[in-house]
């Protein structure tokens, strides 16, 4: 992998004011305005909810002998827990219904509706387990039990907000069947070699698998149960890795338009156009630049020209939009493109010399319709070390991995190259909602194209340098899983299988409604290490820190020295640090969904 990245910059360019601030950073019908107090009011009524259920089912006598395993479970299993997560998700629903903003008859609805599924789920499990104890003398972990609980509980909060909260209309998809078997046998073959692993792993009773069993606070489980997604996803970014060194990497450089949707983009513009021209030096072929400027009340668009002037190797042009919207000014750009390629980049985006051959080259590969690299921080802000290790991971390591499949799903509107007719038959970009780069991706895809994520195509990318604008992008980012999958959802609850569409954005789901709830968990294994500290295999301290460490961190660590970045590693104290930040922001962006009643079909 290449490790070439940009230094601190002292002369960073900075957006004056609330700059940042579009039309896209809250959709409306679809969002609402957050008060800062309402991820703090769930917290706090979650902490009462949860302390005194946890007190009441440690210290009512009736309670404690009809629950003896000290949660909401209905039959007897082997073992014991480290913490009880039906009543932790029980405790989150109420505090996130409490908070929503809609009447009261609406939470009321929507808080029954989710209790509703994970009651019927959690009875399924302890009749089955009855059901098997009696005819079979099987009875299984409780630990399993648990876990088990906690994902689906992540599941069914994610899909009742889809089905409760405003959200984009369901559309039509599209879909063929080209690279799905390959797919499903890649991902069945990590699949099974990831189990054996964990199996073997297991059955060798390692010391320090032991000591990271005890602070597994997701159950406590066998080792076999932990290692099994880190171990899946090794394998998978170890056949992606060597699907990339098998690929011939033929030149191939096309005619190609890149377009630049700017809003207020002065201060950068410059830098961007200047490293593209230098790109196009070294690409060898016609590089067309169209700045698409979407109402800027700055000097964009004077800025923009200046530096066309400036440039030797780009054709450049601006074309005025006079419409307010990202996607609005992507999809005049797609109309303006005369290439058969085109590629999107952020006006804060500057790309590498190489950043353009190494993109191009991919597409020698017919199946090819979406390319995307490594969007690294330029240094120097106070989210820098930490945005470069998430970076790392996501973009140098699942990437990877998740390539291994075919089944990425989004590949960041940061810089993102296409056939152009694939934009077009899909729909182009889809306006009034979060995501439009990540449902483009999708719908590519899933159309019988593939999506690559290369690492080696590196690229620098703004971060936010203030606490408020991160919080804008976050939110922006974090709800629209939500909103490429509510319009998306034949891919989710259609017959037809993909990998991407009933597994990875399924995943995708449970995911987001994990770190949602990662703050709470915290919170809640500090309640319960007081309360039941003393119970059988309870929750301790390290397992409480492990939330915050987890093993991302570790795997961040990983993904950093994969990808021969060891200087990487300086930043893990702030990334763990990060981690819990963005986890509250995934909060906040998930309480930021409207609950409006109806919302009308795109036209």
Avoid at 101 to 116: N, Q
Avoid at 117 to 123: A, D, E, M, Q
Avoid at 301 to 309: G, K
Wanted: with cysteine.
């Amino acid at each position: 992998m290449s490790n070439a990245s940009p230094g601190p910059d002292p002369k960073r360019p900075q957006a004056a004011g609330h700059q940042y601030w579009s039309v896209d950073s809250s959709p409306a019908r679809l969002t609402r305005r957050l008060p800062v107090t309402a991820a703090p009011m769930v917290l706090l009524i979650f902490t009462l909810v949860s302390t005194s259920l946890l007190f009441l089912i440690n210290e009512v006598p009736v309670l404690a002998r009809l629950f003896p395993q000290r949660d909401f479970v209905f039959s007897p299993y082997v073992g014991t827990h480290s913490i009880p997560l039906r009543i932790f998700i029980l405790s989150f629903y109420t505090a996130f219904a409490a908070v929503v903003a809609t009447s009261s008859i609406r939470k009321l609805k929507f808080l029954i509706d989710m209790i509703a599924y994970f009651v019927v789920l959690c009875c399924a499990f302890d009749l089955l387990n009855v059901v098997l104890y009696e005819r079979y003398g099987f009875i299984y972990s409780l630990h399993v039990v648990e876990i088990l609980s906690g994902l689906f509980g992540f599941l069914i909060f994610s899909v009742r907000l889809l089905e409760h909260g405003s959200m984009p209309h369901r559309v039509p998809v599209p879909f063929s069947y080209r690279f799905k078997l390959f797919a499903f046998v890649r991902i069945s073959i990590a699949v099974t070699l990831a189990i054996a692993a964990s199996v073997i792993v297991d059955r060798m009773d390692l010391f320090i698998i032991e000591s990271m069993r005890r602070i597994a606070l997701l159950g406590g489980t066998g080792p076999g149960v932990f290692l099994f997604l880190p171990m899946l996803f090794l394998i998978l970014y170890i056949d992606g890795t060597i699907q990339a060194i098998l690929r011939r990497k033929q030149h191939f450089s096309p005619p190609v338009t890149v377009i630049i949707p700017a809003h207020n983009e002065a201060h950068v513009i410059t830098r961007t156009i200047a490293a593209l021209d230098e790109a196009a030096a070294v690409y060898g072929n016609y590089v067309g630049v169209i700045v698409l400027d979407n109402c800027s009340q700055d000097e964009t668009a004077a800025v923009a020209r200046s530096a066309f002037d400036a440039a030797s190797h780009v054709a450049g042009r601006i074309v005025d939009v006079p419409v307010p919207g990202k996607a609005i000014a992507l999809n005049r750009g797609i109309e303006e493109t005369k290439t058969d390629y085109v590629i999107r980049i952020d006006a804060d985006t500057e790309v590498q010399p190489e950043t353009l051959q190494h993109t191009m080259r991919h597409f020698t590969r017919k199946g090819v319709g979406v390319v995307g690299g490594m969007p690294l921080p330029p240094g120097g802000g106070p989210f820098d070390r930490a945005r470069e290790l998430e970076v790392l991971l996501k973009h140098g390591y699942y990437q990877v991995a998740y390539g291994a499949t075919d089944c990425i799903v989004g590949i960041p509107g940061m810089y993102a190259a296409y056939r152009t007719d694939c934009v077009r038959a899909v729909g182009g970009f889809v306006t009034g909602m979060n995501g439009e780069d990540t449902d483009v991706a999708v719908r590519i895809g899933e159309s019988g194209f593939r999506t690559v994520g290369d690492p080696t195509v590196i690229y620098t990318s703004e971060v936010p340098l203030s606490y408020h604008h991160l919080r804008e992008q976050r939110m922006r980012w974090f709800r629209s899983v939500y909103h490429v999958s509510a319009r998306n959802m034949d891919y989710l609850d259609g017959w037809r299988f993909s990998v991407r569409g009933k597994i990875v954005l399924p995943f995708m789901l449970i995911n987001s409604a994990r770190r949602a709830m990662m703050v709470p968990l915290v919170i809640y294994s500090f309640i319960y290490l007081g309360i039941a500290s003393e119970a059988e295999g309870a929750v301790t301290v390290q397992a409480a820190l492990a939330v915050l460490i987890g093993a991302p961190a570790l795997m961040a660590a990983f993904a950093a020295l994969a990808n021969s970045r060891p200087r990487a590693l300086l930043g893990l104290p702030e990334y763990i640090l990060f981690r819990v930040l963005r986890s509250y922001l995934t909060l906040e962006s998930v309480l930021s969904i409207a609950f409006a009643e109806t919302i009308p079909p795109e036209t």
